[in-house]
């Protein structure tokens, strides 16, 4: 292929990717009829090699970007103009090839919109009554005697999201029935900036954190799922994993479920209802259930580098900015706001 034949490919996919980030009603489609398609192809074949084909993919390719223009310079005698010209170009691949194999979905509509639920904001009486009937359930599915059988995860978070699917809550149903988790190919560094799992756009993978204690398991798998299945926003993929977790058969699923959103709700309390009351709801949670929420937070403390963890968070904050997720790195605790609003309409239909 020539050089100025696959310029003006690269060309024609920039202004697909443009177009359909700009033109409204194009993300939909693209969510809802190309996305499943391209997934369940690239699943299928990453799923034959048994790494994070995406890890090394991205760290062979920062490699390259930076031993190119010297390799060209000194051994091919080009110029620095040449070698910065076939850099540039190479990026704009990965930016096509990300954006139509994964990123694209950023332009769907949200789930308020994709789920026609009614946004919801709840008033200081009704977030009192959700955290504390959340605290009930989170107690009562407490057990000391708990096994996290960990492969057992992958079937009954499959079976979860076929029942979200079912529910029109506007997420697709598996594209697989098995379905792998890779472990991160650099763990230590990923713990170190706080990165429990992650989406790997290129071959439409997920991978988990080598690291993870057991009872973080189902509900990170069931986030990184979600994302697997074309949901961007964190809070969204945070909403879909607590569904799927809470509404297992599984005591120990349901458990990891309620367990998974504790900050995120107890934050909600003291933003909204103050320190007295986050204090209250606290006290409310069984002491069990505490004592394994500040183990983890020291557990994760102790890998955490704070510089590295800081440049992470910039990055990311850049990233999901750029891509129009609405809240950076904060959409993480909409969760709350989800469920709420989901609850709300689930109670309207329940009487009509």
């Avoid at 990965?94 to 990123?103: C, D, E, N, Q």
């Avoid at 190919?185 to 706080?194: D, E, I, R």
């Avoid at 509900?219 to 994302?227: L, V």
Wanted: with cysteine; net charge positive; aromatic share 16%.
């Amino acid at each position: 292929m020539k050089w100025n034949r696959r310029r003006k490919i690269l060309v024609v996919f920039l202004v697909i990717v443009v177009a359909v980030q700009g033109i409204g009603g194009l993300g939909d489609y693209y969510a809802q009829a190309v996305y499943p398609c391209v997934a369940t192809v690239l699943t299928f074949l990453s799923g034959y090699v048994p790494f994070a084909i995406g890890d090394l993919f991205i760290a062979l390719s920062i490699i390259g970007i930076v031993a190119f223009p010297f390799y060209a310079v000194r051994r091919k005698n080009k110029t620095v103009g040449y070698a910065i010209a076939g850099v540039g170009e190479y990026l704009l691949w990965v930016y096509v090839w990300f954006y139509l194999a994964w990123g694209l979905n950023y332009a769907q509509s949200d789930f308020y919109h994709r789920s026609h639920t009614p946004r919801y904001e709840a008033n200081n009486d009704q977030l009192r009554y959700f955290a504390w009937r959340y605290a009930d359930s989170l107690n009562a599915n407490y057990s000391k005697t708990a096994i996290y059988d960990t492969l057992r995860v992958p079937s009954l978070v499959v079976a979860g999201y076929k029942r979200l699917a079912q529910q029109n809550m506007g997420v697709h149903a598996p594209f697989h029935v098995h379905t792998q988790a890779k472990t991160m190919l650099f763990t230590p560094l990923s713990s170190k900036v706080g990165v429990t799992g992650s989406m790997g756009p290129f071959f439409c993978e997920f991978t988990l954190n080598g690291d993870l204690r057991a009872h973080e398991y189902p509900s990170t798998f069931a986030h990184e799922y979600a994302h697997l299945l074309g949901i961007t926003n964190e809070g969204e993929a945070n909403f879909y994993a607590y569904q799927v977790c809470t509404s297992s058969a599984d005591r120990t699923m349901r458990f990891c479920g309620y367990y998974a959103i504790f900050f995120h709700v107890l934050r909600s309390v003291d933003a909204v209802l103050g320190d007295e009351a986050a204090e209250d709801f606290l006290q409310y949670v069984r002491p069990e259930i505490r004592q394994m929420a500040s183990a983890d937070r020291n557990y994760w403390r102790s890998k955490y580098s704070t510089w590295l963890g800081n440049l992470q968070n910039a990055v990311y904050e850049f990233y999901l900015r750029t891509n129009r997720v609405d809240g950076g790195r904060k959409s993480y605790s909409q969760v709350v706001a989800l469920i709420l609003s989901w609850e709300q309409r689930q109670g309207q239909m329940q009487r009509r």
